[in-house]
DNA sequence: CAAATATATGAATATATGTTCATATATTAT
DNA sequence: ATAATATATGAACATATATTCATATATTTG
């Protein structure tokens, strides 16, 4: 199923399709619907503070789950709770190391993503 | 304030903090707590399908609120209050054409993050 | 000016989500 | 094996948010 619906007019304007090639083309080029709900999912993921200030820290160095809650001021709980929603967005990965598990980014597409959107909100 | 408390610990773990030249130094280098607060929500103007859905089609084609509402499959209404958020983040812009008010991306920056969100989607 | 069209918006509702609390699991030290 | 430490997790709660419905505002047309 395309995430775009049938060119065909059923609800709102009565006007025709202002922009209707472009609407074709948008139709053609459509992104897989799931493609779209993963884009979103991974914008989630960096869409709490909290979870910024994690992955900003493990940006600049891995770290086991107490010392990123002492840093970041946040509880044990619920830095554990955020680090597994990381995980499951693949954005970090975690090795055990003794009592520790020790938490850093998974690639270098979650700097990349960071650093753009701290230009963007630098630069408005 | 910093976004990162002092490194005294006074919480959870009892071993000294694992990596403190990298705790230190993210103290320095830490951007400020409302930086963090706008990045977090630039993300979440991306973190919802609809949105998505949107600026994807803005980001092929300027359109008006009822063509975006036909094409992407919502309300009216509910198009209109996305709008409203994307236009209060600044990522998208409008200008009246008669009865139709027209929306577009407002630079380029917003293609920069979806493609790069895309790229990272696409290659897990 | 009145009717039609396009868009915006407040209120209500349903759902999602972040944090806390209590507790479970896993590893290390004694 | 037992205690101590580090981490994970389920349940409950509070808050945020996406959509719908009804209606208001703004522009154009007759």
Redesign the pocket.
């Known amino acids: 199923m395309s995430p775009i619906k049938k060119v065909n007019k059923v609800t ?4 025709p399709l202002a922009h209707q090639k472009a609407a074709d083309t948008l139709k053609q080029n459509a992104p897989k619907e799931e493609e779209l709900y993963d884009l979103a999912d991974l914008f ?1 993921a960096f ?2 503070s ?1 979870r910024i200030k994690i992955l900003w820290a493990l940006s600049a160095s891995e770290f ?3 010392d990123l809650a002492d840093a970041l001021g ?5 830095v ?6 990381l995980k499951q967005s693949r954005l970090i990965k ?1 090795r ?1 190391e ?4 020790i938490y850093s980014l998974a690639d270098e597409h979650v700097k990349k993503v960071f650093s753009l959107g701290l230009e963007h909100v630098r630069e408005i």
Chains 1, 2 share one sequence.
Do not use: E, N, P
């Open positions: 709102a304007c009565a006007h989630k869409a709490d909290s086991c789950v107490c946040m509880t044990q709980s619920a554990s709770h955020q680090l597994r929603l975690s055990r003794g009592q520790s598990i």
